[in-house]
Each structure stands twice: as structure tokens, then as C-alpha cells.
């Protein structure tokens, strides 16, 4: 099973700043087969990426995922107010499908 | 515009069987290349895959819960099904249905809203 660890835990961040979270990958992920999702409190997860670093219908261009092998980044250009959430990276390439435990981004 | 809806019991006593069905509109499930997937979210926790069934039938469940799992689809009602049966408190959690994209990979891109379901005598 290919075990993802997110990092940081939290990050207290203000509105406009740039974020970058991290997935690293406890063996190489196939074909880069690995996506995020944001979730809101009381929402299912949306997904934001796929394949490192498509993004999905209607995500807006400031969300850009980036890496391959065992490294990834999801990097969110400025900070808006909805953007406060967590967000978990997900592989796909290997079975099971395993998650992230999760970053949450949450306001200073 | 592609919906999934979760339905079923919010409680379950111990030792029962879980029952939960997911109501797809916008698509048909019996379509090529879709992922029928549930996932749960145990309270304040991070996401776990439960398992989910191919259009061709192919199935694959987490190892964890293989053997009290079953996942099926029902083409004449456009809906897909969970049953997890002797189910205990560590079962209680928000259970979502989802799809799975082979066009993005397998990425879940369309999620039911989820249910919450508490293991409770």
C-alpha cells in the first residue's frame, strides 16, 4: 500500500499569500496518478487535480499541482476567502487508492 | 449535469448490516468508464476508501473490509449500492459515493453529498 504523508499539518495564512502543501509518496506513484481535492466543513471533497497537474473542470487557474515519482506540490497562486479548507492528495495508480491525511489552510 | 445522491439508515445497531444506496442522475452507470466508489470519513478524520465496482463488473474492495463488503449496481434503477455487514463503533462515519473517471486517470470528480451513519445500540 502506498502511504502518503502531507505536510505541513496546518497553515495560518492570510488572504492574497501564496501557498505551497506538500504529498510525498512512499513509493513512486504510477503514470503520476495522483489528484487533490479541497473540503469545506460539512462538504464532500472536490477535486481540484488530476494527474498531478491537470486541473479539473471549473478550478480556477490560481490552483496548480506539480511533481511526479514520490513528490507533489499543490500550489495555490494568492489565497482567497474561500480557499480556507483542507486539502488531501489521493493516488490512484496503485491498489488500494489511498489519501492524505490532510492539510488544513486556515486564516491567521 | 451529473448528481449522486446517498440514502439509507442513519443508524445502525451493532452487529447489523449497513445498507446504503447512491441514486445517479446525468449518466448512466452502465456507461464505460466510470468508477462506482464509496469512501468514508470517520468523524474528524481523513478519507478511506471503501471500495468500488467497474461498469464491466470488475470490483475491487479495500483489504481491510473485503470480508464484510459487497458493492453492486442496480442498471435498471441507475443506482449503486453498499452493504457492510457486522458492522461495530469504528464503522460510525459520513459515508459518500462517488465516480471515478478512467478519462482522468481515476480520479473521483462527481461526489454525493454524503450520509452520516452512527453504529449505535
Known amino acids: 500500500e502506498i502511504v502518503l504523508t502531507q505536510s505541513p499539518g496546518t497553515l495560518s495564512l492570510s488572504p492574497g499569500e501564496r501557498v505551497t502543501l506538500s504529498c510525498r509518496a512512499s513509493?513512486?506513484?504510477?503514470?503520476?496518478?495522483l489528484a487533490w481535492y479541497q473540503q469545506k466543513p460539512g462538504q464532500a471533497p472536490r477535486l481540484l487535480i488530476y494527474g498531478a497537474s491537470y486541473r479539473a473542470t471549473g478550478i480556477p487557474d490560481r490552483f496548480s499541482g506539480s511533481g511526479s515519482g514520490t513528490d507533489f506540490t499543490l500550489t495555490i497562486s494568492r489565497l482567497g476567502p474561500e480557499d480556507f479548507a483542507v486539502y488531501y492528495c489521493?493516488?490512484?495508480?496503485?491498489?488500494?487508492?489511498?489519501f492524505g491525511q490532510g492539510t488544513k489552510v486556515e486564516i491567521k | 449535469q451529473v448528481q449522486l445522491q446517498e440514502s439509507g439508515p442513519g443508524l445502525v445497531k451493532p452487529s447489523q448490516t449497513l445498507s446504503l444506496t447512491c441514486s445517479v442522475s446525468?449518466?448512466?452507470?452502465?456507461?464505460?468508464?466510470?468508477?462506482w466508489t464509496w469512501i468514508r470519513q470517520h468523524p474528524g478524520k481523513g478519507l478511506e476508501c471503501i471500495g468500488y465496482?467497474?461498469?464491466?463488473?470488475?470490483?475491487y474492495y479495500n483489504s481491510s473490509l473485503e470480508s464484510r463488503v459487497v458493492i453492486s449496481l442496480d442498471t435498471s434503477k441507475n443506482q449503486f449500492s453498499l452493504k457492510l455487514s457486522s458492522v461495530t463503533a469504528a464503522d460510525t462515519a459520513v459515508y459518500y459515493c462517488a465516480r471515478g473517471d478512467t478519462g482522468l486517470g481515476k480520479a473521483f470528480d462527481i461526489w454525493g453529498q454524503g450520509t452520516m451513519v452512527t453504529v449505535s445500540s
Open positions: 446525468g449518466v448512466s452507470i452502465s456507461s464505460g468508464g466510470y468508477l
Open positions: 489521493q493516488q490512484y495508480g496503485s491498489s488500494p487508492v489511498t
Open positions: 513509493q513512486s506513484v504510477s503514470s503520476n496518478f
Open positions: 465496482k467497474f461498469y464491466n463488473g470488475r470490483t
